[in-house]
């Protein structure tokens, strides 16, 4: 089946330093990705929706200019969270569509768990 | 405001039990689906139901959709330690652009 691989699965950094996590449907062309935040024994918060070739759309509240998205390709996405502080730390998840979301056609990654001390 | 609301937010269990999550919502989706996620892991997509009224199974586990589509629940029969895990809705939401929106979770621990 589909799949979509995010890297690196975990990382610590140090606070006002930039980190940038990556997407990558592995066997299809995903035309539209989502970025997930899950803070500990809580629910997924979409942050942002991002197409390929265009910017990406921001859910309300999520800074813009602090997580950076780049869909350069149909097969990858990049969240880069920028000056990141220990607030910033959570698990980001991403979740790619191909052909527009519909139906069963939304596959996650892994998650990558962000540690800023 | 969450678009979904989801109870139970923690369930605790003895095995062989049956239990029912519910999942609600004021607004229409256009599909629910259900994921079931584990610690340190992305979730992974249980069911997707789309009719209002619809029934699904998926060995002891029984999904309906609403027939307004705007709640769904999740039943699980005869439960065990395995089912153990975060069980999350999640609707289609097609306000100017498709998006997931999940629900806030039901945490559920079954004990052997």
């Known amino acids: 089946g589909a799949v979509v691989s995010q890297h690196p699965s975990r990382v610590i950094c140090k606070s006002g330093t930039s980190v940038k996590i990556e997407c990558r449907s592995l066997?299809?062309?995903?035309?539209?990705m989502f970025w997930y935040r899950q803070f500990p024994k809580q629910s997924l918060m979409l942050m942002a929706t991002s197409n390929e070739g265009s910017k990406a759309t921001y859910e309300q509240g999520v800074e813009k200019d602090k997580f950076l998205i780049n869909h350069a390709s149909l097969t990858l996405s990049t969240l880069t969270v920028t000056s990141a502080h220990p607030e910033d730390s959570s698990f980001y998840i991403c979740?790619?569509?191909?052909?527009?979301?519909?139906?069963?056609?939304?596959?996650f990654g892994e998650g990558s768990r962000l540690t800023v001390l | 405001t969450q678009l979904l609301e989801q109870s139970p937010q923690f369930l605790s269990i003895q095995e062989g039990e049956n239990l029912t999550v519910y999942c609600n919502s004021s607004s229409v989706f256009s599909s629910l689906q259900w994921y079931r996620q584990e610690p340190g892991e992305g979730p992974v997509l249980l069911v997707t139901v789309v009719t209002g009224g619809e029934v699904k199974k998926l060995k002891r586990l029984t999904f309906q959709f609403g027939d307004a589509r705007k709640d769904s629940s999740l039943h699980i029969t005869a439960a065990q330690p395995g089912d153990t895990g975060l069980y999350l809705c999640?609707?289609?939401?097609?306000?100017?652009?498709?998006?997931?929106?999940f629900g806030a979770g039901t945490r559920l621990a079954v004990h052997p």
């Open positions: 979740s790619a569509s191909f052909g527009g979301l519909n139906t069963g056609e939304l596959f």
């Open positions: 999640a609707g289609l939401f097609s306000g100017g652009y498709n998006k997931l929106i």
């Open positions: 066997d299809f062309q995903a035309t539209t």
